[in-house]
């Protein structure tokens, strides 16, 4: 870690989210991240529950003469997306994030930062730590997965907590207070293949769709920017009949709650047509480049020689798997007739991959109205009928209704107000919260969600500020000691 980082304010925040960003921590593999929150917090004094999915709740005695105040929960989420460029070396199983500074902005070098949602982690440690804040019955509220369909939220128990007021941190804009957000469900859609013996008199090639943006398949879905999945599927719609190439294989994006940014086939290519098809693709980059202009103005296409696979596709499975790529929902689909500039309901196609005689593309549907969620996800159902592919629903979460009229939202944005003399915007959000999930287990409890400025996650891109975050911190700390 770079000295600089260790001279930041708030002082006790900064300080555990350097060190968790030293244990790996993606989706299903956050167990060591969340003992050190657990430990940490049990060497301050408090009392720690875990329950049976790694979740955490750590209870915070309330200050003398406030402990008949309503209790608050303070929630974020441990794990965290792990993306990384192609040329990256980076073990996201062992290797600590290589966090760095510049001017105002934290970053990583190469892979994501997991500020989404380490920060939120780490502010939450720092209010169990502080001797400062004067505050009621505290609760902190750890969960685990949340990145790969909020696992951890949805096999949390109800009874445990015992708060009022709900304070979601996993949030990134600051000065807005998140009051719903929509819920999703994940498809898979799987092709057994006949391959066929490749045809030695050909060459074999890779091409390569990279230099997107990407980003959050939520919150960015509405930016118009790039899919490269989508994109590849348009090239080798174009080249495979005109070349008479065979598909070996195809796979892009990491995961299915991030707009992917990369994508790569190895195709087999008669090697006397070489310069005519290095030309084509070409060609292709200009074309796509024009298409996406400011959105994306980094695209890049190219080919390199691969090792030749002893197997191809059947003209059949290309057909499929090419067409479903072409065809299958993505982007915006409807936008709210209730909120201004919120998306109502939109589908990711995030990640296709070749493996074990298959070809499986994964798919994110969201939408703040169920049946809308439901009716893409039978549409692509149809689809894949259609194509003669496999499909099937999973990790469905229901949307966060927003109550814009609670004595929570009032609180909190009259403290705003206050300190800011500027009014914060109440919002609805088009990305996945825990929120949704816990408020079907605690009805009565009033929650908002929050966070400090935050841009590209789950990309490796991501980076937050640093004086936002200090706002935000001291945000927090008034709104737990108003409460």
Same mark, same amino acid.
């Given at each position: ?26 989706? @299903? ?38 402990? *008949? ?35 105002? +902005?934290?970053?990583?070098? @190469? ?52 708060? =009022? ?30 391959? =066929?013996?490749?045809?030695?008199? =050909? ?40 070349? *008479? ?8 994006? *990491? ?12 195709? +087999? ?101 169920? %049946? ?21 629903? %999973? ?53 908002? %969600? ?34």
């Amino acid at each position: 870690m770079e000295d600089s980082l260790y001279n930041i304010e708030p002082g006790a925040l900064w300080k555990h989210f350097l060190e968790i960003s030293k244990i790996p921590r993606g989706s @299903g593999n956050e167990i060591a991240a969340a003992l050190y929150v657990e430990e940490t917090a049990r060497a301050m004094g408090h009392e720690v529950i875990r329950d049976m999915a790694g979740n955490l709740v750590i209870r915070k005695t309330a200050c003398p003469g406030l402990e *008949n105040r309503h209790g608050v929960v303070i929630q974020a989420h441990v794990d965290m997306v792990c993306e990384k460029n192609e040329k990256t070396s980076h073990d996201f199983l062992k290797d600590p994030i290589k966090v760095y500074r510049e001017d105002d +902005l934290i970053s990583a070098r @190469g892979t994501t930062l997991g500020a989404d949602n380490g920060i939120g982690v780490a502010a939450a440690l720092a209010i169990l730590e502080s001797g400062e804040i004067n505050h009621g019955p505290l609760e902190v509220f750890i969960t685990v997965d949340e990145e790969t369909g909020l696992t951890g939220a949805n096999e949390f128990n109800g009874g445990i907590l015992r708060g =009022k007021y709900f304070l979601n941190l996993d949030s990134e804009n600051e000065g807005v207070l998140t009051i719903g957000c929509a819920g999703g469900i994940d498809t898979s859609v799987t092709r057994t293949l006949d391959l =066929k013996d490749n045809d030695p008199a =050909k060459m074999a090639w890779r091409i390569k769709v990279q230099g997107l943006k990407g980003g959050h398949s939520g919150i960015d879905i509405n930016r118009g920017r790039g899919n490269s999945i989508r994109l590849l599927a348009r090239i080798l719609n174009g080249l495979i009949p005109r070349y *008479n190439m065979d598909l070996a294989t195809i796979y892009g994006g *990491n995961k299915r709650n991030a707009i992917p940014r990369e994508a790569f086939a190895v195709v +087999l290519v008669d090697p006397a047509r070489e310069e005519e098809f290095r030309s084509a693709v070409s060609d292709l980059e200009k074309v796509l480049r024009n298409e996406l202009g400011a959105f994306d103005p980094a695209l890049s296409l190219s080919l390199e020689h691969s090792a030749t696979p002893a197997k191809v596709f059947s003209p059949s499975d290309t057909r499929a798997i090419v067409g479903l790529l072409l065809a299958a929902p993505h982007g915006v689909i409807a936008m709210s007739p209730d909120i201004e500039d919120l998306v109502q309901t939109s589908t990711n196609l995030g990640v296709v991959e070749t493996g074990d005689g298959k070809v499986v593309v994964n798919l994110l549907s969201r939408s703040s109205i169920d %049946s809308s969620k439901m009716a893409v996800a039978e549409s692509i159902t149809a689809l894949a009928g259609l194509a003669g592919m496999e499909c099937s629903h %999973s990790g469905g979460y229901p949307g966060w209704k927003p109550e814009p009229g609670t004595s929570l939202v009032k609180t909190m944005t009259g403290i705003y107000q206050r300190m800011y003399a500027r009014p914060m915007a109440v919002k609805a959000l088009h990305a996945g919260l825990e929120c949704g999930i816990i408020g079907e287990k605690y009805p009565d409890m009033e929650m908002v %969600s929050i966070g400090p400025d935050m841009w590209d996650v789950h990309t490796p891109e991501e980076k937050v500020s640093i004086s936002s975050v200090a706002r935000f911190w001291e945000f927090l700390k008034t709104v737990i000691e108003t409460l």
